[in-house]
C-alpha cells in the first residue's frame, strides 16, 4: 500500500475517500475529512454546507457566514477542511 496520498490516488478506483481512510487505518496518518455521502447529508442538514437546493436558508449561514452551497461530498470535504480545526478532523 503506497504511503502517499498522491500515490494512493493515482491508483485505479482510489478517490479521496478511500485515500484518507487507508492513509488514516495503514500509515495513521491524518490527512484529511472522510466524508461519504452520510456526513454530507448531515452537514447540510446542521447547516455546515449548503446543497444548491437549499442556498439560503440555513440559520448558520446567516448567522457566522460558514455555509457554502455544496452538491457533491467531494466539495462538502473541501469546504470541511477549509474552516473545520485540523485536529478535530479524526
Same mark, same amino acid.
Given at each position: 500500500v503506497p504511503r502517499q496520498p498522491e500515490h494512493l490516488l493515482a491508483l485505479p478506483g482510489v478517490g479521496p475517500k478511500m485515500m484518507t481512510l487507508v492513509m488514516q487505518t495503514c500509515w495513521n496518518e491524518?490527512? $484529511?475529512?472522510?466524508?461519504? %455521502?452520510?456526513?454530507?447529508r448531515i452537514a447540510n442538514r446542521l447547516g455546515w454546507v449548503e446543497t444548491w437546493s437549499h442556498v439560503g436558508n440555513s440559520m448558520l =449561514? !446567516? !448567522?457566522? $457566514?460558514?455555509? !457554502?452551497? %455544496?452538491? =457533491? #461530498?467531494?466539495?462538502? =470535504?473541501?469546504? +470541511?477542511?477549509?474552516? +473545520?480545526? =485540523?485536529? +478535530?478532523? #479524526?
Amino acid at each position: 500500500v503506497p504511503r502517499q496520498p498522491e500515490h494512493l490516488l493515482a491508483l485505479p478506483g482510489v478517490g479521496p475517500k478511500m485515500m484518507t481512510l487507508v492513509m488514516q487505518t495503514c500509515w495513521n496518518e491524518i490527512v $484529511g475529512i472522510c466524508v461519504d %455521502t452520510h456526513v454530507h447529508r448531515i452537514a447540510n442538514r446542521l447547516g455546515w454546507v449548503e446543497t444548491w437546493s437549499h442556498v439560503g436558508n440555513s440559520m448558520l =449561514r !446567516k !448567522k457566522a $457566514g460558514h455555509a !457554502k452551497a %455544496t452538491q =457533491r #461530498p467531494e466539495r462538502t =470535504r473541501q469546504f +470541511l477542511e477549509s474552516w +473545520l480545526p =485540523r485536529d +478535530l478532523w #479524526p
